[in-house]
Structures are given as structure tokens and as C-alpha cells.
């Protein structure tokens, strides 16, 4: 077990959920911090709040990629690439986890929950490090987040 996945399991037992996890490492990445959008991510997690949307891994995912291409302020653009980073992010969790499970759902994936935090636990890893190669593979420096000059 790696740091990172060390990292997730700590968070998780302190009440995280995964789309909450996803963005605290990309921002302690960076030597950041930010309550206010880790609160707000928390309204991703459980399926959107057990609304049975997507899982709050996914979404959560395609957040931590717009923290870091995406627009944030007047003066800024939405990095070209995060459309394509977006679209290849979504491909690869419906063809890993879509045609596993039966779907992208939260209760798709987690079913009866008897699994739950196994099964979560895997898939936020796999999803982090996938974005992780994302951003590499399109010249990110994922310790420094957005370049803004």
C-alpha cells in the first residue's frame, strides 16, 4: 500500500467520502487547502445524496480535473484539453466500471452495500491515479495546479 492509498484510507475513516477525498489530495498536492469547496464536494458523494446519480467518484474526478484546467476567475480560460481529458476520464470509468457493475451509478457500483468500502475504496484509488496520468500525459505539474500568470 502506497501513501496515497494510505492518505485515502485516512480520510475516508475521518468521514471523507470520495468525491471530498479525490479533491483534499488534489489540493494537498498542490500544499493547498480549501473547507469551503470540500463541503461543497460532499454534495457529489452517495449517487448526488442517494438521488442515485453518478457515482461521486466519477464526478468527483471530473472535478479535480477542472481544479486544474478549468476557468476560475474573469480573467482565466478553460485549458483546451479539459473537454478532451473529460471525455477520456468518462470512457475509461464506463468501460472499467460501468461494464462491471451495470452501470456508473452510485447503486450500481455499490449494490446492497454490503461491499461498499472495499469496492469504494479501489475505485477512488484507480480513478485518482487515472486522472493523475491525465494531467501528466497532458503536461501538468499536478504540485502546482493552474498556472495563472
Do not use: H
Not at 17 to 30: P, R, V
Not at 82 to 101: H, I, N
Not at 107 to 130: F, L, P, W
Request: charged share 20%; aromatic share 8%; with cysteine.
Amino acid at each position: 500500500m502506497d501513501n496515497i492509498q494510505m492518505r485515502m484510507m485516512e480520510l475516508s475513516y475521518n468521514g471523507y467520502f470520495c468525491s471530498q477525498i479525490l479533491l483534499l489530495l488534489g489540493l494537498e498536492a498542490q500544499g493547498k487547502s480549501n473547507p469551503e469547496l470540500i463541503r461543497a464536494m460532499g454534495g457529489l458523494a452517495n449517487g448526488c445524496g442517494f438521488a442515485g446519480g453518478p457515482c461521486g467518484t466519477l464526478t468527483g474526478a471530473a472535478c479535480l480535473l477542472s481544479l486544474y484546467a478549468g476557468k476560475g476567475k474573469d480573467d482565466e480560460y478553460q485549458d483546451d484539453n479539459l473537454s478532451y481529458m473529460l471525455r477520456d476520464l468518462g470512457e475509461w470509468f464506463s468501460q472499467t466500471y460501468g461494464s462491471r457493475y451495470g452501470g456508473i451509478t452510485c447503486n450500481a457500483i455499490v449494490g446492497d452495500r454490503t461491499e461498499m468500502r472495499q469496492r469504494c475504496g479501489a475505485i477512488v484509488a484507480e480513478t485518482y491515479a487515472k486522472v493523475m496520468e491525465l494531467l501528466v500525459a497532458t503536461g501538468y505539474d499536478v504540485t502546482v495546479g493552474k498556472n495563472t500568470e
